[in-house]
């Protein structure tokens, strides 16, 4: 639950006629908007959130904690520092950390727990994937960086028209070919085998396994560099500019033909990977990504931001690739084809890309509002055959993983969709 003023006194200003977001109705309850178990007492941006029960969900009293410290750290390092010494009493600490105070790990499914914690194993439906931006936009001249209402412009360096007028009214990010040529310079087997630890399985598609029509999808794009430049190549991106003369928006060098020597660029800019400071496996992804761009002629930048510049590129639209994750909040497949790869013409597109694809968006209207099981399935799978041949994402993999926390935690044996669900947990009593 949380009220207006402190909405007002915390939001992120986007921008725009639509940025009224904290309205009266929140004040219009005793505490608030909103009938969770908990309250927002207070809350720093990009530092720690407080939560304390809401007496109107817990009628009787019986809450198990009367207050929740939630600290955002984005250093794994003080992470693993604070969890080892009981600063904290459970977190996101690193794979490579979990041998600190897990045994057996080489066999998930079942770990064992080193002296002090609890290591359990969970299968979730959180989905890692990397979101492409079909608009993006660069910043204007002067502005900060860390403004997110920050002024930008379109990137417009390639002409998708076909009026007869040789002019850029587009991105080359619209070009459904760079899309799949990225998708296809992506090294998914390594990612889930070395940068997750076999924490991630795969999924070829928006709906994680374990849902319904999850079957209607399977392997299409894999790591094939040959293949992701024969398709630059073929759509007419070859070997022509002047790399040392790219940058993020302005106009790049071309090559006179007898002198190029097959190490140019591709594209006529720079393209931007977004990634954050201490999330080290979306660092590594980003990483290798742009590794293997910059080998078929795709140049990038992609060092890892810290918060304040990675939601300025959020909110300016200043990236074309970007890592995240996705956790549903309910268990339907549409769940997921809407916010993934639906257009935001019939509220899909969660990750705002700005994809828009017809044949998609009519297959998952028929999808979300059918009640034959035949015709739904059918339409998944016609939402799946057009998405491939003009993907909006990578779709990296589902995380199954190892959680630790202390062992004076009691939490519930089942956790919904990976979720840490607060109101269910319970801390033994310290007894000397």
């Known amino acids: 639950m949380i009220n207006a003023e402190l909405c007002e006194a915390n939001r992120v200003d986007a921008g725009g006629d639509g940025d009224d977001y904290c309205h009266e109705w929140m004040d219009e309850a005793p505490f608030g908007a909103g009938t969770n178990a908990y309250l927002v007492q207070s809350w720093v941006r990009e530092d720690r959130l407080v939560l304390v029960p809401n007496w109107m969900y817990w009628e009787s009293g019986d809450y198990n904690i009367n207050r929740h410290t939630v600290s955002i750290v984005t ?32 066999d998930k499914p079942n770990v064992q727990s080193k002296a002090g914690y609890i290591c359990s194993y969970r299968e979730t439906f959180t989905t890692t994937l990397s979101a492409f931006n079909l608009h993006p936009k660069a910043l204007d001249a002067g502005e900060d960086n860390t403004n997110t209402g920050a002024n930008s412009s379109l990137i417009l360096n390639h002409d998708c028209s076909d009026d007869g007028v040789a002019e850029n009214d587009c991105s080359v990010m619209e070009v459904g070919a760079v899309r799949a040529a990225i998708s296809y310079a992506f090294d998914y087997e390594t990612h889930r085998r070395d940068t997750y630890d076999n924490s991630l ?21 894999t790591y094939d560099l040959a293949y992701a ?19 993020r928006s302005g106009a ?28 080290d496996y979306r660092i590594a992804m980003a990483g290798q ?92 799978v016609d939402a799946f055959e057009a998405w491939i041949l003009d993907p909006n994402m990578i779709i990296i993999g589902q995380y199954n993983g190892v959680g630790v926390k202390h062992d004076d935690i009691c939490s519930p044996d089942w956790v919904a969709i990976g979720s840490a669900h607060w109101f269910d947990y319970d801390k033994l009593p310290m007894v000397n």
């Open 252 to 279: 790049a060098d071309v090559v006179a033909e007898a002198d190029r020597d097959g190490t140019e660029c591709r594209l006529p800019n720079i393209l931007g990977v977004m990634a954050n400071e201490g999330n």
């Open 229 to 247: 430049e024969q398709l630059l190549e073929d759509a007419g991106f070859i070997r022509q500019y002047d790399c040392s003369s790219l940058s």
């Open 201 to 221: 399985a795969p999924q070829y598609g928006p709906i994680p396994t374990g849902f319904l029509y999850a079957d209607t999808q399977y392997e299409v794009f």
């Open 289 to 380: 990504l742009a590794e293997a761009l910059g080998t078929i002629g795709v140049a990038t930048a992609g060092d890892a931001k810290p918060w304040a510049e990675y939601l300025t590129m959020y909110y300016t639209r200043t990236w074309d690739i970007r890592f995240s994750g996705w956790a549903p909040d309910y268990l339907d497949p549409d769940n997921y084809w809407s916010p993934f790869a639906g257009g935001y013409s019939i509220g899909g597109d969660a990750y705002g890309t700005g994809y828009e694809n017809a044949d998609v968006n009519a297959a998952l209207l028929i999808g979300r509002t059918s009640q034959d099981d035949a015709t739904r399935e059918q339409a998944y």
């Open 75 to 106: 250093e794994a390092t003080t992470r693993l520092l604070a969890f080892t010494d009981g600063e904290v009493d459970f977190g996101s600490i690193n794979i490579e950390d979990l041998v600190n105070f897990c045994d057996n790990l080489e």
